[in-house]
């Protein structure tokens, strides 16, 4: 691998790819995606009736799989939960370990990230439109895996579970997916300047 100046950007990276490449800038991107994560989760807002806080949580995810790309995207948010369940006090307020009913949208994220990260490949993150639909897409992952879970772990019915786990973060949601479909177009425009 070389460390020589990456080139402009071209159709097919993502924007970790316009950093020289090497196994370190590779490790790097990777831990700091996981750090990263884990400090937007400490941003949590208790959400009354429901076990699951609003988090800085998502947008870090969206934000790590477009930037990093599916492949760094998957092994950062991996890295995240296997740190969280080995004890890191990185999730949601502080906690760790699997047995938290909202641990479902961990595992969301893992699969959001590398969905999102191989739509920035294919230039998602290129413009507002796009953006938002990836940024969104990515949002319904996590709740396809954390809503069911969360059913599951606390006993409740789908209802309950939509209730409690989906419908009070679709505002909030829509918010991070507006600030990613600002940030990330804008930020190709300046690197192609």
Known sequence: MSTAA?????????????????RVRDI??????????????????????????????????????????AGRG???LALYALAGIAGVPWFADGTSGAAAPSFGYILGMILASTVVGAL???????????????MLLGEAIIYAVGVPYLALATGMSATAAIAAGLT?????????????MGALPTTWKLLNR
Do not use: E, M, N
């Open 168 to 180: 009070p973060f679709l505002i909030g949601d829509a918010l991070k997916a507006a600030l990613a």
């Open 74 to 76: 998957f092994l950062s």
């Open 28 to 69: 790097a991107l990777v831990v700091g995606g996981a750090a990263l994560t884990g400090l937007a989760a400490q941003i949590a807002v208790p959400v009354p009736g429901s076990p699951v806080p609003v988090t800085g949580q998502t947008l870090a995810v969206l934000l790590v799989g477009t930037a990093l790309g």
């Open 6 to 22: 990456a080139a402009p950007a071209r159709p097919g990276q993502v924007l970790a790819d316009l950093l020289p490449a090497s």
């Open 120 to 134: 920035a490949r294919r230039g998602a993150d290129r413009t507002a439109l796009r953006t938002a639909g990836a």
